[in-house]
């Protein structure tokens, strides 16, 4: 029986033989290349997601704030949770203090009138206490309408006017907007009472539904005037009196924003403020 021999391979067959072999080697090592530097790539990505993620963590809880019940009242502040400007240019002295949200009692009956707030006496400045939210689209549109004639009647001193920092419209959605915006009013106050009110005004004049940063408040404090301010507003210093403060106002039957007392008497938000300001102040000449 005769053998059958397979043909040898001609030199051209095995010379393309060995090329499709290294082609075959190269494109596998290309796909696993491709592969690892998929790999690292995607693991770049959730590196860098990570790392904005816990920022964000970050950012948010310091503007959220976890703070203490407790802390010292800023210069200028009183024991009511109040800033009062005696011109536009001026604050009203006060003596240092602590304040401590765990003094004040929810659930005790609320007084008539909030503490602190009354007749001035004979001779003196009418008073006047208003009552803002800095997330309170109300108080924006109040500042807007009654600014100049508030800043009238302080520089002729006819009155003096006392703005008390309340948090109703706190939520996460803005990093508790109101309470953060409470503490750049009092911080503006501490380290530049000249300050104060342009501060306000502007506070209320750039107010959006979101709410400011943290960095915008300080930024915005810095254009004011306030330039020594930065700091407090992003360290969040007096969140433990824009809580007692809150506290308060909510413990002493306060509802709503703006909530306006003049000589103890109380607007209610309805017809023109100066109508039912004018004839108090007048009277107390």
Known sequence: MASQNTPRPTKAERTAEAR?????????EQRKQKRNSLLVRWGVVAAVVAIVAI??????TNQRGDFPDAGSTPAHGNKYGGITLTSSTELAATDAATVDVSTVDPEAKP?????GIAA???GDPAQIVIYVDAACPHCADFEAAYSGQLKKWLDSGDATVEYRTVAFLDQPATGNYSSRGANAL????????????????TLFE???????DSDELASMASDAGAGGAESCIKDGTYRPYAKYTDALARAEGVG??????VDGKLW???GDFVEFAQPILDARA
């Open 20 to 28: 499709e072999k290294a082609r075959q080697m190269r494109e596998a």
């Open 55 to 60: 920022i964000a963590v970050v950012v948010a």
């Open 111 to 115: 007084p008539a009138v909030p503490s």
């Open 120 to 122: 001035a006496p004979k």
């Open 186 to 201: 009092a911080c503006v106050a501490n380290t530049s009472p000249k300050s104060f009110l342009p501060f306000m005004e």
């Open 206 to 212: 750039r107010q959006v539904p979101t709410g400011l």
């Open 256 to 261: 709503g924003t703006p909530a306006v007392y």
């Open 268 to 270: 209610d938000n309805t």
